[in-house]
């Protein structure tokens, strides 16, 4: 019964691995989401995929490179992991319709990553 | 930076009490929203205010908007020790496929 779900939810790992966060939502919407939430608990939007096709990649390092094989998927992959790279990393869904206002997201519960 | 601001950044307050927390934001927007996130979880939508709209309620939550000087608050009115969480505003544009998430208030409430 969950909306957004995200594996694994915890993530460690040494600095230069690479590793991915799969994300799955069940709510039949269009848009998802991958957002960076660091130590202070800023969210930050880092892409963003609309039916399948990339919208927004906010100057994220092309170490990570987002994947959605079908409207209901988006993982995440990350190649040559830095230390700066903790964080815990947030999955979102929701549907984009034009001339919609009302369009929450909904929330994974997140991946909390640790690079060593 | 886009990212809109939240204050205060932290708020300690007696079960029973009011919490209000403001956000400001920097772009046009259609809709302003209010997520709350407890300790090690997702954000959880609350409420949805849109830029036409001044004020909207849902149970304990009121939330105002001006759009004239970008700012919104979220009054939580008779607070619980279970409304202990960090509060984040975000605002959305149509067409953009982006919320811009403030930096959030950390709300304690004491029982």
């Known amino acids: 019964d969950t909306a957004v779900s995200q594996t694994p939810k915890y993530l460690v790992t040494q600095m230069g691995n690479d590793k991915s966060i799969k994300c799955e939502q069940n709510l039949g919407h269009d848009t998802m989401y991958w957002y960076k939430q660091d130590s202070k608990k800023f969210l930050k939007i880092m892409f963003s995929?609309?039916?399948?096709?990339?919208?927004i990649n906010e100057t994220v390092p092309n170490r990570f490179s987002p994947k959605s094989p079908d409207k209901a998927h988006l993982n995440l992959h990350i190649n040559s992991l830095e230390l700066g790279d903790s964080a815990v990393y947030f999955c979102?869904?929701?549907?984009?319709?034009?001339?919609?206002?009302?369009?929450?997201?909904?929330f994974g519960p997140g991946t909390r990553l640790t690079v060593l | 930076s886009q990212q809109g601001e939240e204050d205060p950044q932290a708020l300690s307050i007696q079960e029973g009490e009011n919490a209000t927390m403001n956000c400001s934001y920097k772009?046009?927007?259609?809709?302003l929203q209010w997520y709350r996130q407890n300790s090690g979880r997702g954000l959880v939508h609350l409420i949805l205010?849109?830029?036409?709209?001044r004020e909207k309620h849902s149970g304990r939550l009121r939330v105002t908007l001006d759009t004239s000087k970008k700012s919104s608050s979220l009054l939580i009115t008779a607070s619980r020790a279970a409304d202990t969480a960090s509060y984040f505003c975000a605002t959305f544009f149509s067409g953009t496929y982006k919320y811009i998430f403030g930096t959030g208030t950390r709300l304690k409430v004491l029982a």
């Open positions: 205010i849109r830029s036409n709209e």
């Open positions: 772009t046009s927007i259609n809709n």
């Open positions: 979102a869904s929701s549907q984009e319709v034009a001339g919609l206002e009302d369009n929450e997201q909904f």
């Open positions: 995929y609309n039916n399948k096709e990339l919208i």
